[in-house]
């Protein structure tokens, strides 16, 4: 069964400052999808990034970039310029076609982020 | 565009009780997942809804089911209540569900909704 492992439960960081969240999966799929999603204290889950795991590139979206270590089965995410809004509990997803036919999103715990002003 | 929308927001309800879940997904979605997120922790897989048949269920008993309208829209019902089954519940919906395609096999965004807030007592 796969597995996503997020160690940092909580972190937090100074607004203006970059932050790294890591997480690690476990599987034996060659093709797969990763995900990082946010889920601020209004509890709608929003997605920030995700990355095919045969595109060797790392995925960008504005501030958001991940470090996608295919061989090491890791998956980080980095957040530069952090800003209030950023506060949140961020998660780690995957999910690969050879799931019992499901497309299921297989998350971690989650990491708390707080942004200081 | 309206995104996915779920009802109720909140819910209490006593043990032995039934609920009901109601989930529309963003139009033109036709792929609808549903997910336990217990306090503290990441969500877990229930179920996800493909045109309208079941395409995968997760490690959950009998007493969780769903199933999915001709409008796309899904409900998930759950019997027979337990304190454990407080949770916040969450839909997802995408656009397809696994596509074949030039990399063998495409996955969608899920797009996930506000989730319905469920207290049992």
């Known amino acids: 069964a796969q597995t996503v492992t997020q160690s940092q439960p909580e972190m937090s960081v100074q607004e203006a400052e970059t932050v790294t969240l890591s997480c690690t999966y476990d599987t034996s799929e060659s093709n797969y999808y990763l995900f990082w999603y946010k889920q601020p204290p209004s509890r709608q889950m929003i997605l920030v990034i995700r990355?095919?795991?045969?595109?060797?590139q790392n995925a960008t979206e504005n501030r958001f970039s991940v470090n996608f270590q295919k061989a090491a089965k890791s998956f980080s995410l980095k957040i530069s310029d952090s800003q209030l809004g950023d506060t949140a509990m961020y998660f780690c997803?995957?999910?690969?076609?050879?799931?019992?036919?499901?497309?299921?999103?297989?998350f971690g715990k989650g990491t708390k982020l707080t942004v200081n002003p | 565009d309206a995104g996915v929308t779920q009802s109720p927001t909140h819910l209490i309800k006593t043990r032995g009780q039934h609920v009901t879940l109601r989930c529309s997904p963003i139009s033109g979605h036709k792929s609808v997942s549903w997910y336990q997120q217990v306090l503290g922790q990441g969500p877990q897989f229930i179920f996800q809804y493909y045109e309208k048949e079941e395409r995968g269920r997760g490690n959950f008993p009998d007493r969780f089911s769903a199933r999915q309208f001709p409008n796309y829209s899904s409900e998930l019902n759950v019997n027979a209540l337990l304190l454990g089954d407080s949770a916040l519940y969450l839909c997802?919906?995408?656009?397809?569900?696994?596509?074949?395609?030039?990399?063998?096999?495409?996955?969608?965004?899920?797009?996930f909704g506000p989730g319905t807030r469920l207290l049992v007592l």
């Open positions: 997802a919906s995408s656009l397809l569900a696994g596509e074949r395609g030039f990399q063998d096999w495409y996955q969608e965004t899920q797009y």
């Open positions: 990355q095919e795991a045969y595109k060797q």
């Open positions: 997803a995957f999910t690969s076609l050879t799931q019992g036919g499901s497309e299921k999103l297989v």
